[in-house]
């Protein structure tokens, strides 16, 4: 009996993958990189990502349906399986692969911990500030409108995303919104 547990899925693990792929499609608009100049290196896109992830997994958490929680977790799981893959693909050892993927999460959630304050406090400011030091790796300065452009954005495809139904993104389905100048 225990055997078929290994080929059951989890919970929501397809809708994990595709909402993570929906926010890294999000993520590389090229407004990003030629618009605002954020960096486009592995750091520049994984900040982009882990950006318009934190927002969807904010926007799940906020959710009173558990299920919310549940596909957070899914959205999460996906991300960070992403990342194992990439590492791999890009020719990292199997023996740094977890130290790394344990690096990229705590990075992750550090980002998510500095940006969910001001989007709860609605503080365009405080958020400017957190984008720049971890986007631009504190070489914008937060009063840069770069970041500011930023800051905007994040609060628009925040209320974008807790604008859409439970129901939707339990499909598999999120809009995220095209940023603009």
Known sequence: MALFGLFRRKPHERQGF????????AARHPFFFSTLG??????????LVGLQVALLIRRLHRDADP???????AVFDAMFADMDTNL???????MSIAKRVKNMWE????????????L????????????????????????????GQLADFAFTADAALAA??????????????????
């Not at 709860?120 to 409108?145: I, K, M, S």
């Open 18 to 25: 595709e909402l993570y792929a929906t926010a890294v499609r």
């Open 38 to 47: 954020v960096p486009d290196t592995l750091d520049g896109r994984f900040d």
């Open 67 to 73: 299920r919310g929680a549940a596909l957070a977790q």
């Open 88 to 94: 791999r693909e890009m020719g990292v050892g199997d």
């Open 107 to 118: 990075a992750f959630h550090g980002r998510a911990l500095a940006y969910e304050a001001p």
């Open 120 to 147: 709860a406090a609605g503080d365009r400011g405080a958020l400017a500030e957190a984008l720049a030091r971890n986007v631009w790796r504190g070489t914008v300065p937060a009063t840069d409108p770069a970041a």
């Open 164 to 181: 859409q139904p439970l129901e939707a993104l339990l499909a598999g389905k999120a809009r995220f919104p095209e940023p603009v100048a």
